[in-house]
């Protein structure tokens, strides 16, 4: 559960939206779409604990630390950091006990899951963006997590790779994990996503995706 009660965010003094209340329940599955600039991303920040919001109070069912895993936008990563590919992914055992073979069964099966085999020892610098993406949701996909918060996930992603990212959401989904998306694809929401924050206007409106997004056609969304 993911509880926002009278939650405000963004520059000091700048309010990002009028506060927002809101209640999302375990194992629920929504995006969090709007213009650029609008907070989606922020919100997910603030969610996470990795921004203080402005006012306001966040409740969850579940420790931070232990219980939620959140995936960045690639582009706040450092290339440069001198680790592979499997070292990356690996990364999602943080904090876990298991034994080698278990740990060395459930990287072969992440790294064959998001079609990554052969890559293991090629450096972050030396992987396409696509390549990146599905080893940072490879990644997420060790941590078991019972809340997760994607920022764009799909950035990035070829057809095959954008196939894949959803048919390991609804996976996740279906295990009874709660799963906030920031998205700008209506497309991919309408289709795969029951549940919609929409950011507009510095009004935050949740309800139904297919709803919401008939109701604001004209919506700018990035």
């Known amino acids: 559960m993911i509880r926002c009660q009278s939650l405000s965010w963004g520059a000091p003094g700048q309010p990002l939206t009028t506060p927002l209340n809101l209640e999302l329940e375990s ?86 899951n998001w079609h990554l085999s052969g890559l293991e020892h090629r450096p972050l610098m030396a992987l396409s963006g696509g390549e990146l993406q599905r080893a940072l949701l490879a990644r997420l996909s060790l941590t078991d997590a019972p809340v997760l918060l994607l920022d764009e996930p799909h950035a990035a992603l070829d ?3 954008q196939q894949l990212l959803w048919q390991h959401i609804h996976t996740w989904h279906n295990e009874g994990r709660t799963i906030v998306v920031v998205c700008h694809d209506l497309c991919a929401v309408r289709q795969h996503i029951p549940q919609t924050l929409l950011i507009k206007n510095r009004e935050c409106v949740y309800g139904a995706s297919v709803e919401l997004i008939r109701q604001t056609p004209h919506t700018q969304v990035a």
């Open 27 to 112: 194992g629920t599955l929504t995006a969090i779409i709007g213009a650029n600039g609008c907070g989606k991303s922020s919100l997910l920040k603030v969610i996470a604990g990795l921004q203080k919001p402005l006012a306001g109070k966040i409740s969850l069912s579940v420790p931070r630390q232990s219980g939620l895993s959140f995936l960045p936008q690639q582009q706040h990563l450092d290339r440069q950091f001198p680790i592979n590919l499997e070292e990356l992914i690996a990364a999602g055992f943080w904090g876990r006990r298991l034994s080698t073979q278990l740990r060395a069964q459930r990287l072969k099966d992440a790294l064959e």
């Open 159 to 161: 057809e095959l790779g």
